[in-house]
């Protein structure tokens, strides 16, 4: 879905961001461009030049961030809620097989559910919800980034008979608590803590908006962010990011500053299941020496940082093949960069992605697994979040 031209602005009256003084703004021969108002800070975007004061200084920020060892924001790290499950879905539609999914989330006892876009390629938001209420309740735990087929009818004001997702999820945050860091996500921009978990949820609008709005936004979310948790949330990939037939549609910037700030990546837009090993750049595929195991992940802030990608796109809608980094069977292809791949190719069906966070009393460990709707465990690995670079040296004497 082509990024709005569109100029927008907007106010909030929350204050929780840092606020700092964008750039002057250039138009450049009169094109067309976007601008968010958030929290007092303005994202930008030229649709065919960058405005070259304010992105500037936001690439400076997530080149340079994470290497300069930014100050946490709170005493100590926040820890998630002990075995806290979370079931990632991607690509649902809203037929038989979805139905499926939410009973096996039910049933594996999840706590809540993040889906990473393409709800029910419908636009009814209202029977898309009333399905999910059926199953796991109204009031169940259930956060979305919006996905390319869900665009039309995402905003408040959408104007659909059936209703608008971005309204239908503000209202489910509030019945269980959840205040997002602003009040509107027109913008597919928004941020939550829940049960111990940082959650940054960005959107679909392609690579420029993902280089130049969605990376700062990010960047302004988890610079001084102390939980030990985090995760970025977005629909769409870059290609080498998926093994499908995608082409470059994020942008590689979302995905490293994620990774440099300790974040797991959640996606979906391809349907099927694939996961990473650690990698240090996500860019260019590159494994981490020092936790190479394809079922043993690490995650560390720094410059760089480390972090896994992963795919998750049959929450009910299809199946699509492997088409990249073949061979079918591990080892795979490519660089080396894939730990799993569950796809048509081997034998694939709806599921989802289960991670435990805060296991077995470990505030720095979790599990993940991968399951059927007919039972079958398709991947299982572990993650530990290891000390980052700068909070090792801020403790030497």
């Known amino acids: 879905m082509p990024g709005r031209t569109s100029s927008r602005r907007r106010t909030s009256s929350r204050s929780r961001r840092r606020c700092s003084t964008p750039g002057p703004r250039s ?18 975007q030229g ?72 709800f029910d ?40 008979r059936d209703g608008c997702y971005a309204k239908f999820l503000k209202t489910r945050m509030a019945r269980i608590g959840v205040t997002p860091d602003d009040p509107d996500l027109d913008d ?20 420029s908006a993902g280089d130049n709005i969605y990376a700062r936004y990010i960047q302004d979310q988890l610079a001084t962010d102390n939980h030990v948790w985090k995760i970025c949330s977005w629909h769409k990939n870059q290609r080498a990011m998926q093994v499908g037939g995608k082409a470059d549609e994020m942008g590689w910037r979302v995905y490293e500053t994620c990774k440099d700030h300790g974040a797991i990546i959640a996606t979906a837009h391809e349907h099927s299941y694939h996961r990473t090993r650690t990698l240090t750049s996500m860019q260019h595929q590159i494994v981490d020496a020092s936790c190479s195991s394809p079922n043993n992940l690490c995650i560390a802030q720094g410059s760089p940082g480390k972090s896994f990608v992963f795919v998750s796109g049959l929450g009910g809608r299809d199946v699509k093949d492997q088409e990249r980094c073949l061979p079918a069977t591990f080892p795979y292809g490519c660089n080396g960069e894939w730990a799993k791949i569950y796809t048509r190719n081997q034998g694939a069906m709806s599921g989802a992605l289960f991670i435990v966070f805060n296991i077995n009393g470990d505030p720095s460990k979790a599990q993940g697994y991968f399951k059927n709707i007919n039972g079958q465990v398709a991947d299982t690995f572990d993650i530990t979040v290891q000390a980052s670079e700068a909070k090792r040296q801020a403790r030497r004497p």
């Not at 990632?88 to 989330?105: A, E, H, K, M, P």
């Not at 009031?139 to 408040?156: I, L, T």
């Open 27 to 44: 138009l450049g021969q009169g094109r067309p461009t976007l601008i968010t108002i958030r929290g007092g800070k303005q994202y930008t």
């Open 47 to 118: 649709v065919s030049s960058l405005i070259a004061g304010g992105v500037l200084t936001a690439l400076l920020a997530i080149a340079l961030g994470p290497a300069r060892g930014y100050a946490q924001g709170a005493p100590g790290p926040i820890p998630a809620d002990p075995n806290l499950k979370v079931a990632f879905i991607g690509d649902s539609g809203n037929g038989s097989d979805f139905r499926r999914v939410l009973q096996l989330i039910k049933a594996e006892g999840a706590h809540m559910v993040l889906h990473q876009g393409d």
């Open 188 to 207: 597919q921009m928004y941020s939550v803590t829940y049960r111990g978990l940082k959650l940054v949820f960005v959107g679909e609008r392609g690579a």
């Open 121 to 160: 390629y419908a636009d009814n938001a209202r029977r898309f919800f009333a399905t999910i209420d059926s199953i796991l309740g109204d009031d169940f735990p259930y956060f979305a980034a919006v996905g390319n087929h869900d665009a039309g009818s995402w905003r408040q004001d959408c104007s659909r």
